[in-house]
Each structure stands twice: as structure tokens, then as C-alpha cells.
């Protein structure tokens, strides 16, 4: 490394809360756990933040003041505040919060002692929305996004005794943010997913790619990063079980690709093996546990380490099962794909943001595929390039915190949004960088479908050209006639590529009986999924589904009293956990599925 080189990296190591890229191992490292209660202060005016003439204020809420003389007021006091519990949504905390958007400022003392020549990291599992990060009275940085990890290094900020983290986060929505105005889900505010700090060696792994070479099932493929001062380092792999240790060097910026031939027994859904890598260094040593599989398309198939799979799958909101408000504990994870094995399926879409780890981990233990997405949902901003950017951060942070997952087989870049140059634009874009950072994984989206006569489906969106795997969204039956609706649809689409019905559906009460043209019974429900299925059945080009959706969740836009109260019912569970009746009619067609094979 050269001096000017040294030098810089100095300064930047030396910038009190430089903001990081999320450094994916951070997520995998053991550290401490902020967790817990932090003190909180709603502030619906912005007031700890703007001074009386809108300003940024200097002596904002995020200095955790305190009086210094009986003369002294100052009008909040985090130390007297009542507390939220981190993780957590603060919609579901608080009676008085359950609509609320808009800022909340949240606090939390600590106290930390730092070992020699190591560098500290404050890291954020999420926070919806826009979170600005403080430690003790300093700002570090702020992030965009309520779904991924973002984390900063606080070395040279972070004290024995007392620290303290101040947090705005806001959940105000707009329409140049990701996701727009207008969705289907409730706009859960918050420190959502885990708070944590984490200690590293001064030199660390920062990132590694672990998985098979795309359409080889014979070579292990990937690459390290090391971010630090001694960049220039032995480094090695070695997978437990497979008896394989393999040494390299990294350059001189810390990187270094490899790839060596390996006999690795095959993650699927029916053995979902994992084994423990090693990652080491000079300096750092890290593990996880990861399997190996292959995922590609040939023609209208898609193929599961190198055979035809049939995608039986189910979608699901990251909704709190029993108590809900956002999912995120490892209980709510089994709970939630402990019910799509029960269905059946061997695929869930996690729609329609990145969930939490917790999903991710257990479905790679379960033996579910995934298909991830990023709230690229309905009338985005095309033409607005921050849109496109933090679209594309955002699509980055996914792919870089779950890349070595097995259970991961695509990734989606949006979600039913409507036909037009600019759009088309933005989500090539958006496909593009998702193909740069991982080329393993299949390419996805969530399109529209037309009618070109009275009976006949069209699949023909431009988009489709770009993607690997057509995905595609139909309510007929529900917000299109009537269930029988269906039986003389056929379908067609102008690409040879397989298709997954990414979402069909109608709403049911749990509870509600009645003939099955009534409106919300759970017998209309169940007729539709019958009508659905007969029809699906005879797509040629069908590769797989998941319908509309495992469980009720809570979203504004579903108002009907005495029905909806403020949820969609589409879920084949209540939010309570209770089986309506076209559970059994998925679980039954899943369960032929699997005979025929
Ligand atoms: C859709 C959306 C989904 C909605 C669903 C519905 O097409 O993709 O987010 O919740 O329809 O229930 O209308």
C-alpha cells in the first residue's frame, strides 16, 4: 500500500461516524445486544429536529440535554419519556401510536469497553423509514429504507460509561420514497429489527461470497473482502464435513475472487443440508453455516440442481402471527413457515420488502425457497433519479446481506407497477445491478397480465425480456368476476420462459359461512382457489405459484367494519392463526402435486 494511500484511509478511519456500505459479516458477528427498552419522544412537529423558522437546529433532541442550573429549561427529557421496545413497530405498542406517521426520537444508554486495536460498529437490523443516527451528541449518519441493515463505525466516537444513542426515525410516507404513497400493508414505523454493537479486528473480514458456480454443481465459487489497514493477507475457506481447506491471497485492496472444485452434498427443500464454513484471516476468523445448490431456467422450466421443480409456494407479509404489528423473532419465523410446510409448499414469497434474517435462516434450515423483493410497488417515480438510487441501495442491501443463502433462488425488483418507457428504464436498472452483484440467483418481477379477447390472458410486458423467470398477478374470480370466471380462461405469454402466478386470492372471515357466491365467506374463498386451481393446472408454462396470501395482516386501505377492520383477508389463516376453509383446498392440490412426481 502506498503512503497517499495510507493516508487516506486514515482520515477516513479517523472521521468520527464515517457511515459504512452494510458490511454483511457485521450481521454474523457476536456483540452486544441493545435490545430492550429505549426511552422514547413523539414529535409529530419535527420540533427536536427544526428550530422555529424550520431550520436544522443545532441543540436538536439528538444532544440529550439536561438542565445545568435551576434556571435551565428545556422542554424534553428522554430520561422521564416513557419506553418502546426495540425490536419492535411502534404502531402496535401504543393505542395512541396505532396510526401514527411522523418522527419518533428514540434513546439509549450505554456503557462499553472497547479492547485494544479493534474497530466498533453500531449496527441497525432495520428502521422504517428514515432513520438519522446520533451517539452521544454527534450525528453518524442517516439511512433510507425500511427493510435492511445499515450499520456505522463508531471507534473513535464510543466511551467507556455512558454513551448514549439517539435515533430519529420517521415514517412519514412520500411520493418519491421507496415505497411510495399507496400501498397494501400497514406502514409499520420503528426500530424494527435488532440493534446491535459490534466489535471487529482492526483488519476484518467485511464481506464473502460462498456458493456453487452458477450451473456447476462440481466448483465452489466466490470471493473475500477485508476492509482495514493490513489489506494484504493470508486468507482461507474451509468447509467442515467436506473436509476442504483452501488457502489464498488477497490483494492489495483486500480482495480476492477464487474458485476450486468441491463434492458437496445438495441443498433442497427435501434435505436442506448446510454446512459450517470458515472464513480466516490473519486477523479475523467468521462463520456461518451455508448450503449448495444451483438454480437456473431452461425454456418455460425451472430447474433445482439441474432437475425440474415445480414451485408450490404460498406469499407472506412480514405480519407478527397472534399478535400482530411486524414479525421479527425467531419464534415468529417458525411460526409463519412452519405453516407453508404444513400447506405443503417448498417455496414462500416474502413479499414485498426483504424480511427479517430470522426468515431467511430458517427457511435455509427448513428447506423452503425463497423469493425476495424490494418495495419497487405500484406508481413509482420513474423519472426521479434519488427514486432510482435509493431503489437501488436498497436492491443492494438486500442481495448483499443474503447472497450466501440457498434458500434464496430469486430476487424481485417490483411488484405490479404499471406499463411505461420510464418504468422500463428504472427496472433495467435495477435488473442490471442485481445481475452484477449476484449472477447466481434468477431475476424476477411481479407483472400484470391483459386480455386480448374475452377468454384469453396475455403475459407480454416489456419487462419480461430482461428478467429469468415471469412473475405475474391475477385476482380473477375476485376484483374480476366471479370464481367461475376462470374456467374458460387460457393463458399465453410471447416469452419462452417459465411463469409463476405470483399472486391469486379472494378475502375471507374466518368464521363466516355461507354459500359460495357470498362475498367474504370462507366458502366463496374456498370455491375460488378450486376455480384457480383448475385452471392454473392447464398453463403449459406454469413453473410455479404463491398465492395471495398465508395470513391476514393489517393494512389502512381495508376498512370494512365488522370484516376487514383495517386488515386484508386474503390469508388462508386469521391473524390468530385459524385455517380457513381454502387452506385445505391448497394443502390437498399440494399434496397431488407432490403424488404425481
Ligand atoms: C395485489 C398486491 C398486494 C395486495 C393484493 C390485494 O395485487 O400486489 O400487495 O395486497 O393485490 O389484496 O389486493
Known sequence: MN???????????????????????????????????WN?????????YYDYRWQPSPNGFFKNEKPKNKWDHIEYNFDTSDT????????SQRKELFFYEGTIWYKKSFDFKKKNDTRVFLRFGAAN???????????????????????????????????FIVVKVDNKRCA??????????????????????????????????????????????????LNGFKLHQEVSIALRDADIRRRYKTDSSGFVKYSFPASVKLWSPENPVLYEV???????????????RTIETKGTQILLNGKPVFLRGISIHEEAPFRSGRANSIQDARTLLGWAKELGCNFVRLAHYPHNENMVK??????LMIWSEIPVYWTIRWENDQTFKNASRQLSEMIARDRNRASIICWSVSNETPLSPPRLEFLKGLVRKAREMDPTRLLTAAMERHYIDATTQMIDDPLGEFVDVLGCNEYIGWYDGLPQKTDAIRWKTVFNKPLIISE????????????????????????????????LRKIPFLSGMSPWILMDFRSPRRQLPGIQDFRNRKGLLSERGEKKKAFYVLQKYYKELQQEK
Not at 84 to 91: E, I, K
Not at 132 to 156: A, C, M
Not at 278 to 291: A, C, L, N
Open 3 to 37: 503512503k497517499i494511500m495510507i493516508t487516506l484511509l486514515i482520515f477516513l478511519f479517523s472521521i468520527p461516524g464515517y457511515a459504512q456500505e452494510s458490511f454483511m459479516t457485521l450481521g454474523e458477528r457476536s456483540s452486544l445486544n441493545l435490545d430492550g427498552n
Open 40 to 48: 422514547y419522544i413523539i414529535d409529530p412537529y419535527e420540533n427536536g
Open 84 to 91: 418502546l421496545t426495540v425490536p419492535g413497530d411502534w404502531n
Open 129 to 163: 423509514y428514515l432513520a438519522i443516527v446520533y451517539l452521544n451528541g454527534e450525528e453518524l449518519g442517516e439511512h433510507e429504507g425500511g427493510f435492511t441493515p445499515f450499520s456505522f463505525e463508531i471507534t473513535n466516537l464510543v466511551r467507556e460509561k455512558d454513551n
Open 176 to 225: 418519491e420514497c421507496v415505497p411510495t404513497l399507496n400501498t397494501d400493508w400497514w406502514n409499520y414505523g420503528g426500530l424494527t429489527r435488532n440493534v446491535s454493537i459490534i466489535e471487529t479486528p482492526a483488519t476484518f473480514i467485511s464481506d464473502y461470497v460462498v456458493q456453487l458456480k452458477k450451473g456447476s454443481t462440481g466448483e465452489i465459487s466466490g470471493w473475500i473482502q
Open 278 to 292: 470458515t472464513i480466516s484471516s490473519e486477523t479475523d476468523t467468521i462463520g456461518g453455516v451455508i448450503g449448495f
Open 362 to 367: 430458517e427457511a435455509d434450515s427448513l428447506g
Open 504 to 535: 391469486f386470492g379472494g378475502s375471507a372471515l374466518f368464521g363466516y359461512h355461507a354459500d359460495s357466491l357470498t362475498a367474504w365467506s370462507e366458502e366463496f374463498q374456498e370455491s375460488l382457489y378450486t376455480h384457480q386451481l383448475a385452471m
